[in-house]
């Protein structure tokens, strides 16, 4: 079964260091999204990319976040200045396309931790 | 903030069915109900999801009441590969798709 893969499995980086998490959504798949989860706490919903943009983001995606897709198969996440309280497992989550209002799931992979010191 | 309530944790005994419970009394006429499950360490995992009729996987059993305020996951058989925490979420709001994660069940199955 396709699955949504995520790169590196864990990364630790100095605070004020850019870090890059990477993935590959399913093949066929159009819609993006990150998500984090802070170590004990809810998943957050981050972002969502459809048609090389933005389709929506909520208050955590600052300028510090962006996102991009540099080729036909990654997904990416950067953070350029990292802070402490960036510590968090980070999802990202693919979804098919379908007929209006069909619902399709989203499929996430397995997360990179992300570890600031 | 998520549109569902769960209960916090349950447990079940290994081989037995599960019904984990979920309430969305302001759901709108277009929601889907979605459940998925994370096991420790992993991602969400997605398990079923359905709009107004009961639906069948080979994961579970997703039951939604007529009235579409609550529905319930059954998992037919728990093992203790089942021990997760699962989440019943709601689209957010028309025309968007993010998924909004509540607290969710801990699901605890006993050997």
């Known amino acids: 079964e396709p699955e949504v893969t995520q790169t590196p499995s864990h990364q630790v980086t100095q605070m004020g260091q850019e870090v890059i998490l990477r993935c590959v959504p399913i093949?066929?798949?159009?819609?993006f999204y990150w998500y984090r989860q802070i170590l004990g706490q809810k998943v957050e919903f981050l972002v969502s990319f459809y048609n090389n943009e933005i389709s929506e983001k909520s208050e955590i995606f600052d300028d510090q976040f962006s996102v991009e897709r540099p080729d036909g198969s990654n997904f990416t996440l950067k953070i350029r200045s990292t802070k402490l309280e960036d510590s968090a497992m980070y999802f990202c989550?693919?979804?098919?396309?379908?007929?209006?209002?069909?619902?399709?799931?989203?499929?996430f992979g397995d997360g990179t931790r992300l570890s600031i010191l | 903030d998520a549109k569902t309530t769960q209960p916090n944790s349950m447990e079940s005994n290994e081989e037995e069915p599960v019904h984990l419970p979920c309430n969305h009394s302001?759901?709108?006429?277009?929601?889907?109900i979605h459940w998925y499950r994370q096991l420790p360490s992993q991602g969400p995992e997605y398990v079923i999801h359905?709009?107004?009729s009961n639906v069948n996987n080979r994961m579970a059993s997703l039951a939604i009441a007529e009235d579409r305020k609550s529905s319930t996951l059954i998992l037919h058989r728990a093992t203790l590969r089942d021990a997760a925490v699962y989440y019943c979420?709601?689209?957010?709001?028309?025309?968007?798709?993010?998924?909004?994660f509540g607290t969710g069940t801990r699901l605890k199955v006993l050997a």
């Open positions: 302001t759901i709108s006429g277009t929601d889907y």
């Open positions: 989550a693919s979804r098919a396309t379908g007929p209006p209002y069909s619902n399709q799931p989203q499929h």
């Open positions: 359905g709009l107004t």
């Open positions: 979420i709601l689209r957010d709001k028309a025309g968007t798709y993010k998924y909004i």
């Open positions: 093949s066929n798949h159009l819609y």
